[in-house]
């Protein structure tokens, strides 16, 4: 399969190690990068980030479910490899099979756990007030019979925040309860005689806004990728993050439409002068939000040329009258640069009305990934 035919993902990992040395250089020496490779690497491609990431010293992941760690396990990615989610008993095999954490969820799925026979490697998810995963922070015992159970071989606990991308008085005053729940948590673990276990919170704006709290393990996500969650996020710390990936598709044909006619499903676009349209091969099914129809940009040849009509399953429409030496088979450029024009994840998110997460998580199996 030629990579670049159809649409594709440029992965520019020295950009992806700028983006550790970035990290690195804020997080204290004793906190370890753990960073989030689940959902394929944020649509990036699991294994090509995750063995550029093993080739810069890093050793801990985190994945979202037993098939993840499978996946990064076969390709050969060794060290740490913790499964944030659930896994149904079903899948315990796998666990055991690839040498995987699993998180436990709460205190029934500990019990889970130690029904099965079989003994698991587990961090202890703590609630500490997201009220998702894990067992209340206020329940020390219950904790504690986690610990204790014979088939479960407990090596950390962790908690996730859950507005420290916010600067608000009041968000900042809830994580700081956050962290100081947790802090309580390590604490009576370790008063109680418990001391072989890692500790870990942040993800990346609890990193990025909270650094000077240092746990075992920082596991960055988003950021790590170069990329915000929204267009206007600010952090307290500022770092030179930098994105990885690109995104582009090919233009596979360039046609005229006449005043008065109207192109695609719907025919939602009818111009009311003569346009010149490219049909690019890429679409919804690649990860494209529909809501993207007659809204938003590509670039071509360093050039805005905007989106018109639906976005199709596997196609999509620009238009490029201002683009007179376009020509079937150029690359559109949907996420990256162009001449001296750069599209952000950040504001294709702001088009669709989403968060940038959900942009690149959601980038299709059918695009390549080339790492560059
Ligand atoms: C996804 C996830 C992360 C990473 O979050 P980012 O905001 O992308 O850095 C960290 N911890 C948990 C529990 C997660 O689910």
């Known amino acids: 399969m030629y990579g670049k035919g159809r649409a594709w993902i440029e992965l520019n990992l020295k ?3 700028h983006n550790i040395e970035e990290f690195r250089r804020l997080l204290p020496c004793d906190c370890e990068l753990m960073p989030a490779v689940k959902a394929n690497a944020y649509g990036h491609g699991a294994v090509p980030v995750a063995k550029a990431l093993q080739e810069q010293g890093v050793h801990a992941f985190c994945v979202a479910s037993a098939a993840e760690g499978a996946q990064l396990r076969r390709a050969g990615i060794s060290g740490e490899l913790l499964v944030l989610g659930y896994t149904h008993p079903a899948e315990f095999d796998e666990l055991i099979a690839c040498d995987l954490i699993q998180t436990v969820i709460d205190g029934n799925y500990a019990e889970e756990l130690q029904r099965d026979g079989r003994r698991f490697t587990v961090h202890v998810g703590i609630d500490t007030g997201m009220h998702r995963i894990g067992e209340r922070w206020e329940n020390i015992e219950e904790i504690i019979k986690i610990f204790q159970m014979p088939h479960l071989k ?34 009576e673990l370790h008063r109680q005689g418990f001391s072989n276990f890692k500790c870990h919170l942040q993800g990346s704006y609890g990193i990025l806004n909270y650094s000077q709290y240092c746990f075992d393990y920082a ?12 267009k206007h996020d600010s952090t307290k710390a500022r770092l030179d ?20 006619e109207g192109a695609g499903y719907g025919l939602t676009y009818h111009p009311q002068q003569n346009r010149k349209i490219a049909v690019l091969s890429i679409g919804y099914a690649d990860g494209i939000p529909r809501n993207l129809s007659n809204c938003g940009y590509v670039l071509c040849q360093g050039r805005m040329a905007p989106i018109v009509g639906r976005i199709c399953m596997d196609q999509m429409l620009v238009d490029v009258t ?32 989403t968060i940038s997460n959900e942009i690149v998580s959601r980038l299709g199996e059918r695009l390549e990934r080339i790492a560059e």
């Open 15 to 17: 950009n992806l190690k």
């Open 154 to 187: 407990v090596t950390g606990i962790f908690s996730h925040l859950c507005v420290s991308d916010g600067q608000s008085g009041e968000e900042r005053a809830y994580t700081l309860e956050q962290i100081r729940h947790f802090e309580y948590v390590a604490e």
């Open 219 to 230: 596991r960055a996500g988003i950021a790590f990728y170069g990329i915000y969650s929204g």
């Open 241 to 260: 993050l930098v994105p990885v990936l690109s995104l582009k598709a090919r233009v596979i044909s360039v046609r005229t439409l006449y005043k008065g």
């Open 322 to 353: 201002e683009i007179p030496q376009i020509s079937p088979g150029e690359e559109a450029v949907l996420i990256g640069k162009s001449g001296s024009l750069e599209i952000r994840a950040e504001d294709v998110a702001q088009w669709a009305g």
